[in-house]
């Protein structure tokens, strides 16, 4: 039984494909997400279905996998059952649990309402909503009142963590803010508005080396973002965020500052590292219970004295490997060694015609990385429809300057699904 | 001012583009919705955005035009004011009401929550999350029980109104279930899935001619859709339908059995017809006020003693002839002759390769009619962006048989909003 349907828990399904062992899939939903690009549905360049694909689809032609729409809420691992929400209870042999992580607030979750991160579809339509209103809040202002202080705050999007995700997220709202959107308001100036990130540590994009970072820092400033390095978040309200002595008034902000893992230790009853995630042995099981793994953002697998990063090529290699241990295992065949995971290199983009790519001794910065960044993405999408509804947008976007899906829909909260 | 970016209100607003006559267009959504398509995004073949366009990006290089999102609420006549939700006070010198018209659920408002419609891009997602849904819940059923019973009913949908919108959503949900999702489940089988729709009147599309008329029903008979007509709904439960003495067991109603126009005769206290639109003079202004015009399906207007009919191309005629009306008035030049609507014909699709088109002494139906529907349908889509991906996403679909929006997303409520 797989738990998620992620990129490690698709990656374990598609490792037993060929060995005939009747599988699970459960997920709490029916889709599969390509997170990497969820930022530019929170900023309109692209459609929720354009980087989504129903689980079910995937796994169509895999006779030997069953996928079950649900929410496990609790493992019994004595009796090898998980427990889901409407209280089935789902008997396993074997157990892989990719259950993700979402955001961390470390310790104030009550900044969630005010500062949404972005881990769902529903986090990046909220997004998208509260981007495009606080334009038109502002424009809507100044028809009546000309109240300068409030306008700039309106205008004023705070994105706090300096990460791949806050880097992307700032950005695309730059980009949004100062080419797609400046002929569209009559009384506001899009391109006034203020963007800025802000970074704990002293760099930007921090897991890159010095010289990439500090370019994710030029570009960004380049198109009009202010970044904040070594700058921690005290407090956040509805309209100021405060740094120390710092304040900054913005009704606009998103959070991107940290992830905890899902509560796959909390199910098993196991130690867990301080983001929440399984402590798991050389082959991804969990102590105590050989036949129960706990793969990607889920789990905290030392290599070399540290935990293996939590991107996708991470999540992919172990669900693969779960799956060669599993498959050889009921074969009685000999275990694979223990895993290693190969980083073949990060990549994250800033905006147009920049990104960084750090391939270890290989490192690329600008417009090829940015390329390349593209063709990877469309590349690791899943279907031939999303690959090409992608590119197709991407080009629109690129040759206009537009952003295509600038629509406001839905309720002004977080989603009550993560 | 205009009140509402729909065809008529955009038409109006164009039409006034080389006057000159500063202009404000106020609606409460900040996109404009194709709404003839809107039941492709309820079935998963579209994205709401495909069919979707910020009114601002429409109307950005028409210099005259000033956008405003917000929502009226009362219409001061007299003293030549529109009050906004948050009691912003906008003055005008000419007025043109073009706000649409919602669901009719004639007096059973209670039903709305069972048996949502389809107007809004939250409907929309709202029904296709429905329809998905209910396969899923039937799947996972059978994994734990076998009463066949209950899993039929959540497999049986019912359509109830069989104009246009719910002949194209009985159709659509029938290609679904019978084509799309096939392979993708385990325990059920699609294509068992149950699609009844019920009609009150003698015949389906009943607009068209007798033959296209029957036409249409026999398509939908192939495609495996049950058609009830001559048939009233007295009651709908959560999982029953009741027409009289007739049982339907069903979890999943639409409603498409009417609409009544907004509250523009409200707003103006004058007199409306039983749907509520407002009786309007020839050249669509009303009693007493020849400064304020009501067109699309607000308006009730009576040509050879009849109303011309509520769709796209009488609103956009209507919308074009105002302008041009306020524009001579204006300039102080002869005012147009009282408005003539020309029908050009009536469009409608049932499912692949079956649509009807009734061009007056022209008929046409099936596989030309349909590729015919496609192509204007295309044509008549804003912006080169959405033509291009909605008939790439057409063009995949014909050909694999399959729905690339398949996700399940928000909250299980019709929205606020209509």
Redesign the interface.
């Known amino acids: 039984m797989v738990v998620g349907a992620g990129f490690g828990g698709l990656a374990a399904a598609r490792g037993l494909r060929s060995t005939g062992i009747a599988l699970t899939v459960i997920d709490r939903?029916?889709?599969h997400l390509f997170q990497p690009l969820l930022y530019q549905v929170a900023t309109a360049g692209l459609?929720?279905?354009?980087i989504?694909w129903?689980v079910?689809?995937i796994l169509?032609?895999q006779r030997n996998a069953?996928?079950?729409?649900?929410e496990v809420v609790e493992v019994d691992a004595s009796s090898s059952v998980v427990r889901l929400q409407?209280n089935?209870e789902i008997p396993f042999d074997w157990l892989i649990l990719a259950t993700g992580a979402t955001h961390n607030y470390f310790g104030h979750d009550e900044w969630e309402r005010i500062a949404p991160s972005l881990k769902t579809?529903?986090d990046a339509?909220l997004i998208r909503r509260r981007v495009?209103e606080a334009f038109?809040r502002a424009?809507?202002r100044l028809?009546?009142d000309h109240d300068d202080d409030k306008t700039r705050q309106l205008m004023t999007f705070v994105i706090i963590g300096g990460g791949p995700t806050g880097v992307e997220l700032a950005g695309a709202i730059a980009e949004l803010a100062k080419k797609a959107?400046t002929?569209?308001?009559?009384?506001i100036d899009p391109r006034s508005a203020r963007i800025l990130l802000i970074e704990g540590s002293p760099s930007v994009l921090g897991q890159f080396s010095p010289s990439l970072s500090a370019f994710a820092r030029r570009s960004l400033e380049k198109m009009g973002v202010e970044v904040q390095v070594d700058t921690h978040v005290t407090h956040c309200t509805e309209d100021c965020v405060t740094c120390g002595d710092l304040h900054i008034p913005a009704a606009n902000i998103f959070w991107a500052a940290g992830v905890k893992a899902s509560p796959a230790a909390r199910w098993l009853n196991i130690a867990a590292d301080p983001s929440g995630r399984v402590k798991v042995k050389d082959d991804f099981s969990v102590d105590g219970h050989p036949n129960i793994f706990v793969i990607g953002d889920s789990a905290a697998y030392v290599q070399d004295g540290k935990p293996i990063p939590g991107i996708a090529p991470a999540a992919k290699q172990a669900g693969a490997y779960v799956a060669t241990h599993i498959a050889s295992d009921v074969a009685g065949k000999a275990l694979p060694k223990p895993f290693r995971f190969r980083n073949y290199g990060s990549l994250a983009t800033i905006g147009r015609n920049a990104a960084v790519m750090d391939l270890g001794p290989l490192r690329l910065k600008g417009r090829l990385a940015w390329w390349l960044w593209g063709i990877t993405h469309i590349f690791f999408l899943i279907?031939n429809?999303?690959r090409?509804?992608v590119a197709?947008?991407w080009f629109?976007n690129y040759l206009?300057f537009?952003r295509?899906?600038?629509?406001?829909?839905?309720?002004d909260r977080p989603?009550?699904r993560h």
Chains 1, 2 share one sequence.
């Open positions: 939903r029916n889709f459609n929720p279905a354009d989504a129903p079910r689809s169509r032609n069953t996928v079950l729409l649900g409407d089935r579809v529903e339509t495009l038109e424009e809507n028809t009546t959107l002929a569209d308001f009559r009384n279907g429809r999303n090409l509804l197709m947008q629109y206009t537009g295509g899906a600038r629509l406001i829909v839905g309720p989603s009550a």
